[in-house]
């Protein structure tokens, strides 16, 4: 017997020592797709004071937020597929370095342009830096329980992420000035950087042996910028001026010729086989009409408290946080366990149940709307609902992407929130604008005018997010491997059916 101990015990605490590292490194990986989220948002309140001080005009100060927009979704794909070929770890650190140095570009800027540059230059390390995070967290818990665990802090900091950066980013902004933003992400960024070097096991990547796929990866590279252009800009331009129809058509004629050299070429930089994945393209396509109807009621919803109800940008981030919370306690377990009891696509649509439910009731907020109850039970249900919905979406996205394309397949689940968020927000906000100026014609006043723009907005967008509710049930189905393994408490074995075939 005390040979047995003396043996057990340094296998006890070396597998004890592996498991903290995995979790922390998860912590690690979480840090960094936080700073990516905030930024997102966390400028958003700055905007008037970079105004006054870089000298801006209304036009190219739109830049700043479109500029990262643009180059975080152009470079995603590009990105994934290099973690893929050349090591996750190697590509999520390095987007580390260009995010953290960007910043500081950023924060010291002395003039529009310059700050324009460096925003440019900050979603390209944004978007190498997040474009493997989950590839790497798919690798790092191979069992299903541990992994829904893994995905429901990673679904809190993507979900969640945004309301923390309104509400920090007024407070930076307030208390000291807006080059804090961008000054904030340094010693967050070097912890990660040493923890994600110390921490985060390194994968084998499929190598460089059979060369570069140069054309290809330019080419979806400029797909996804012009798309991302056309998409983001046409709200300023018009979605039916030449600019917008232009970056719109060339990106198109990019895609069709990228698609043309990945079918010929002897090692493309994504395989074809990637898109007859049919739960990664269905949990992108349902993904991506959640994402509209959040996105619409989280900065739609932003400009009507600001706009109509006259919040500042603290109050603005404290009305969101029980959105922020909901996300958080259904992350903790609650929606892992409610996949392992009901099934993937039941939760999942139970969730987006509970996002249209927070939508309608903000369609009905009026112009003297108090808090409580109604915005406050309608970001609750919100939170409720994308704290539901994430952690099943990720889980099917990812659970039949081989593991040598789990790069890529990560970055086409980036891809699919960036580009269908940015496709809702433009049209949303069309439609908002449309209504509103219609009613304010018709001769209701500019508050009114301003509600009933945002009413129907919502409107649309829970009727997204029913569409999401169909899509869900007619191309995904409950993983039946995955499902007994996540109440068992082990792997799924090898030939059972993880997702339904394509």
């Known amino acids: 017997m005390p040979t047995i101990t003396s043996q057990t015990r340094p296998f006890s605490t070396a597998s004890a020592r592996s498991e903290r590292r995995r979790w922390i490194a998860l912590a690690v990986l979480c840090l960094g797709q936080l700073m990516m989220v905030l930024d997102a948002t966390i400028v958003n309140v700055a905007l008037p004071s970079i105004q006054r001080e870089l000298h801006f005009s209304q036009a190219n100060l739109t830049w700043v937020i ?11 794909l590009l990105a994934g597929r290099f973690g893929d070929l050349v090591g996750r770890k190697r590509v999520f650190l390095t987007g580390l370095v260009l995010f953290v140095g960007s910043s500081v570009l950023c924060g010291l800027s002395a003039s529009g342009t310059m700050l324009i540059a460096a925003r440019l230059l900050q979603g390209v390390g944004g978007a190498v830096a997040s474009s493997v995070i989950l590839a790497i967290i798919v690798t790092e818990f191979p ?25 920090a980013g007024g407070a930076l902004t307030q208390s000291l000035s807006w080059h804090w933003i961008f000054f904030v992400n340094v010693p967050i960024g070097i912890v990660a950087f040493v923890l ?96 509209t109807g959040m996105f619409s009621a989280f900065f739609l919803g932003a400009l009507y408290l600001e706009r109509v109800l006259g919040y500042d940008a603290i109050d ?33 649509a139970a969730g987006l149940c509970a996002i249209i439910t927070g939508l309608l009731l903000l369609a009905f907020q009026g112009v003297h709307a108090s808090y409580f109850p109604g915005l406050f039970i309608a970001f609750l249900a919100l939170g409720l609902g994308a704290g539901s919905s994430f952690l099943p979406l990720l889980t099917i996205g990812m659970a039949d992407a081989p593991p040598r394309d789990a790069g890529l397949a990560s970055g086409i689940i980036n891809v699919s929130v960036q580009l269908f968020g940015a496709i809702g927000l433009a049209a949303l906000g069309t439609v908002a604008t449309d209504h509103t100026k219609a009613l304010k014609a018709a001769g209701h006043p500019l508050l009114a005018s ?47 059916p993880d997702l339904i075939a394509a």
């Open 66 to 76: 479109d500029g990262y927009l643009i180059t975080f979704g152009g470079f995603l």
């Open 450 to 496: 301003l509600t009933g723009g945002y009413h129907l907005a919502y409107l649309v967008a829970s009727a997204c997010v029913a569409a999401g509710i169909l899509a869900a049930f007619r191309f995904l189905r409950p993983p039946a491997g995955a499902q007994r393994a996540i109440e068992a408490d082990e792997p799924v074995r090898e030939g059972e």
């Open 143 to 167: 069992e299903r329980a541990e992994q829904a665990r893994a995905m429901g802090m990673y679904a809190f900091v993507s979900a969640g992420g945004g309301s923390i950066g309104l509400l």
């Open 196 to 291: 994600g070097w110390m921490l985060i096991e390194e994968n084998e990547g499929l190598g460089l042996a059979g060369g570069v796929d140069v054309l290809g990866s330019v080419l979806v590279t400029l797909a996804t910028m012009f798309g991302a252009f056309a998409i983001v800009k046409s709200g300023e331009y018009g979605l039916h001026s030449a600019r917008t129809l232009g970056a719109a058509g060339a990106s198109l004629a990019l895609l069709a010729g990228f698609l043309v050299v990945e079918g010929r070429v002897a090692n493309p930089i994504m395989p074809l086989r990637i898109l007859r994945l049919r739960t990664l393209m269905g949990s992108s396509l349902v993904r991506g009409l959640l994402v």
């Open 316 to 348: 603005t981030g404290l009305a969101f946080m029980p959105l922020t919370v909901a996300i958080a306690v259904m992350s903790v377990g609650v929606a892992a366990r409610a996949v392992g009891r009901f099934g993937a696509v039941p939760t999942l």
